[in-house]
């Protein structure tokens, strides 16, 4: 059975959630020779199909994504050697993305939940976007359910202390195997990671994930598959190269923890 990691922010739109999950599934795919799954509990809209080239369900038909799994799970044909029949490739064998729908009528924390159960049995990591905050029952069911949960701060000391300080720690993440991850993070800027692990967080691990402008741009252009493509296929120095080492750092510490680094990762 495959293992979930479940991506999520106390925050909305400051921490760069989808974004990170995106990077660190890609870097993922290329790196280790696991095959993995990417999708998302923002049911009527996310930004993750666009990162990689992709569109919504609505404009392909209804072959693919999460509508057409509710289909199959409604009628109880929905099996694990089914999925990826309903899925669309990033990476060919390492990495694919389930779709959303805009379909609203969608019972989504049920829904979800069967979804979780079958993709695990069909890939060896299934990687989930999920909604911040926990007003709603999915993302409050997700954080209970995943083996592992990547909580995503902006590098605001405001957020940060609000978190730590336990008004943003929700009860869901107590007892979890979580790992916080600092977005866009600048050097120069301060807390410094240095400075966040020692005051804030002793109990949990700690990342920053390094700003990129490269990485941003190919996030604003949707070419973000393209871009991990070239990085693992290029020998030369790139200006991506720090923001590639901390996604490397982070996903190393994911594998071992979750015993997925049983399988050597590719030559660079």
Request: no cysteine; proline share 3%; charged share 25%.
């Amino acid at each position: 059975m495959g293992k979930t990691i479940v991506s999520w922010s106390p925050v909305h739109g400051q921490a760069a959630t989808t974004s990170n999950v995106a990077a660190l599934a890609a870097h993922f795919a290329l790196t280790y020779t696991h095959q993995s799954l990417i999708t998302h509990t923002q049911l009527t809209y996310s930004t993750l199909e666009s990162l990689f080239g992709k569109e919504m369900t609505t404009s392909r038909g209804f072959d693919s994504g999460i509508e057409a799994l509710e289909r199959l799970a409604k009628s109880n044909y929905l099996k694990a050697d089914a999925v990826k029949d309903y899925t669309e490739t990033v990476y060919k064998g390492r990495l694919d993305l389930l779709g959303g729908t805009q379909n609203q009528s969608l019972e989504t924390p049920q829904l979800l939940e069967v979804l979780l159960k079958v993709t695990e049995d069909a890939y060896d990591l299934v990687w989930v976007d999920a909604h911040s905050g926990t007003r709603g029952n999915t993302s409050k069911r997700l954080l209970k359910k995943a083996d592992l949960v990547i909580v995503n701060l902006p590098q605001n000391r405001y957020v940060i202390e609000q978190f730590f300080s336990g008004e943003g720690f929700p009860t869901e993440l107590r007892e979890k195997e979580i790992i916080i991850l600092i977005s866009q993070y600048d050097k120069n800027v301060k807390p410094g990671i240095s400075k966040i692990k020692s005051k804030y967080s002793k109990k949990y691990p700690v990342f920053p994930v390094n700003y990129s402008s490269k990485f941003k741009d190919a996030s604003n252009t949707f070419s973000i598959t393209e871009l991990f493509y070239r990085v693992a296929n290029s020998n030369k120095g790139l200006e991506i190269q720090d923001f590639i080492e901390s996604l490397a750092i982070v996903n190393k510490y994911i594998a071992k923890k979750l015993k997925l680094d049983d399988i050597e990762e590719e030559d660079e």
